[in-house]
Each structure stands twice: as C-alpha cells, then as structure tokens.
T-cell receptor, first 115, second 116 residues
C-alpha cells in the first residue's frame, strides 16, 4: 500500500533554520510514528502517536518537536539541528486492533541534510 | 529487551535463483510478531511478510516465504526466482506493544543485489 505521503522528499537546512516535515496517511489508521534512519544504523523509533496522543518519546532531543493535530496528519518540527541529525526521516501508520498482526505502513521518507 | 540480528550486510545472487536472508531475534515475550520490509533506493519501506509467534505454519506471500524456526529464534526470508527488481535493502523487524501501540525494532538490514 502507498497510502502514506511525506513532504518534502528532500530538505537542506542550516543549523539555525526552522523547518517542518509533514506526513499524511490516507489509510484510516489511528496510530502514527516517526522514525530516523541514519547511515549504518538500524531504524530508530522517535515518536509514537496513538489516537492523537503521544505515547512514546524515545529520548529524542528537544530540537525535534512532533505534532499530531488529527489521526491523519503528523508533523515533525525542526529547529537548531546539528549535522549529525542528517538522515532519512520516515513516517509510518498502523491500525490499532489488538490483533496478532498490526502492520506499519511507511511513507517514502524525507532525506534531510543539515549543513 | 528485544534484539534483531541480521548477519549478512550484503548478498549477491544471480537472477532467477532463490535467496535466503537471515534473521535471528531475542525476546523473552511469548507473544511476538516478526516482519520483513524491503527498502529500495527510493527510501520507502515496503511491507513484505509477517509471522506471528503462535502461527503453526510458515508465512508465504507470493515469491516470499518465511522460514520460521521458533526454537532457534530465527525467521529467515526466502525469495524464490529472484528478479532484478528485488535488488534493495531488506530489514527484519520484531513487534512489541507499548501502551497499546505497536513498536517495531529493526535489524541492521541486508543489501541484496541481483545480477543479470
């Protein structure tokens, strides 16, 4: 399924800039996630939103600020980032069902370069 | 704590051959789920196949099958009749549930290259 979109696809920003990443899911899901994928490191979960409520903040620095205004949209606000924050940022969504299989569906990601 | 290990950083396979990508996991939870995702160079993580810890049979989805050996804690992905379009990164992941939300823990991934 390709029901998760992310914008922008590519972003270059300076360390003093403020930018936002946007994620939208068209699958009717009620949970959304932000992941960070750095080179040569496993995918790292950053934030989890369950019915618009943040349920997980995986020790992420405060220069990353998530926002989930409704169950279809998720933002990641960025400010005063560091070069080591350069990575692929992936958004995902899932439908909470309590069942054995709850598959997360991912967007195409935003490739971020911090100069 | 859960852990996913993929020991093959890269694999090269001839087109039309079958390929097995290894994945071992470590968990003390009796109930867990295992996923495989494909990530082409475009970046999107594409869901391929799922195996539940209580499933009696190995999962299959088209050319993908999962060789689930519970006692060995391994969940290897088998791709039959490989195609050039199968060239990508492949990630094994394990599900855990935190406050009703699913959390996936990913392995390091295996880069698969299919040669013509």
């Amino acid at each position: 399924e390709t029901g998760v979109t992310q914008t922008p696809r590519h972003l270059v920003m300076g360390m003093t800039n403020k930018k936002s990443l946007k994620c939208e899911q068209h699958l009717g899901h009620n949970a959304m996630y932000w992941y960070k994928q750095s080179a040569k490191k496993p995918l790292e979960l950053m934030f989890v939103y369950n019915f618009k409520e943040q349920t997980e903040n995986n020790s992420v620095p405060s220069r990353f600020s998530p926002e989930c205004p409704n169950s279809s949209h998720l933002f990641l606000h960025l400010h005063t980032l560091q070069p080591e924050d350069s990575a692929l940022y992936l958004c995902a969504s899932s439908q909470l069902s309590g069942g054995a299989q709850e598959t997360q569906y991912f967007g195409p990601g935003t490739r971020l370069l911090v100069l | 704590a859960q852990k996913i290990t993929q020991t093959q950083p890269g694999m090269f396979v001839q087109e039309k051959e079958a390929v097995t990508l290894d994945c071992t996991y470590d968990t003390s939870d009796p109930s867990y789920g295992l996923f495989w995702y494909k990530q082409p160079s475009s970046g999107e993580m594409i869901f391929l196949i799922y195996q539940g810890s209580y499933d009696q049979q190995n999962a299959t989805e088209g050319r993908y099958s999962l060789n689930f050996q519970k006692a060995r804690k391994s969940a290897n992905l088998v791709i039959s009749a490989s195609q050039l379009g199968d060239s990508a990164m492949y990630f094994c992941a394990m599900r855990e549930v935190i406050q009703g939300a699913q959390k996936l823990v990913f392995g390091q991934g295996t880069r698969l290259t299919i040669n013509p």
